[in-house]
Nanobody, 121 residues
Framework: VQLQASGGGLVQAGGSLRLSCATS????????MGWIRQAPGKEREFVAG????????NYADSVKGRFAISRDNVKNTVDLQMNSLKPEDTAIYYC???????????????WGRGTLVTVSS
């Protein structure tokens, strides 16, 4: 499955952004989906994951209470609503998918191109 992430940009600290992940072909049905980020000079970090069809969700401690992952199984999209953004949230955000297991920072079968989120102080 080919994934495309969008919605990144420049925002001030305390602001919000909504990222979206879609597929240019096929379907996201039955896939575990997740968002992973990588800040400059740092390793990839798991941000949020969601099961199929969306009952189970999990988050990194650093974003709990601020970020929310969701999926629209009709539109075939997975979104990440990011609120109360902090400068340390600055990173490239990647959408990832896997049929067999939940997405982790290093384990996912499919990755999309990232979208850059920059949070200014």
């Amino acid at each position: 499955v080919q994934l495309q992430a969008s919605g990144g940009g420049l925002v001030q600290a305390g602001g919000s952004l909504r990222l979206s992940c879609a597929t240019s072909e096929g379907t996201l049905s039955y896939y575990y989906m997740g968002w992973i980020r990588q800040a400059p000079g740092k390793e990839r970090e798991f941000v949020a994951g969601i099961s199929w069809p969306g009952r189970n969700k999990n988050y990194a401690d650093s974003v709990k209470g601020r970020f929310a992952i969701s999926r629209d199984n009709v539109k075939n999209t997975v979104d990440l609503q990011m609120n109360s953004l902090k400068p340390e949230d600055t990173a490239i955000y990647y959408c990832a998918a896997d049929r067999r297991a939940p997405v982790t920072s290093t384990g996912a079968a499919f990755w999309g191109r990232g979208t850059l989120v920059t949070v200014s102080s």
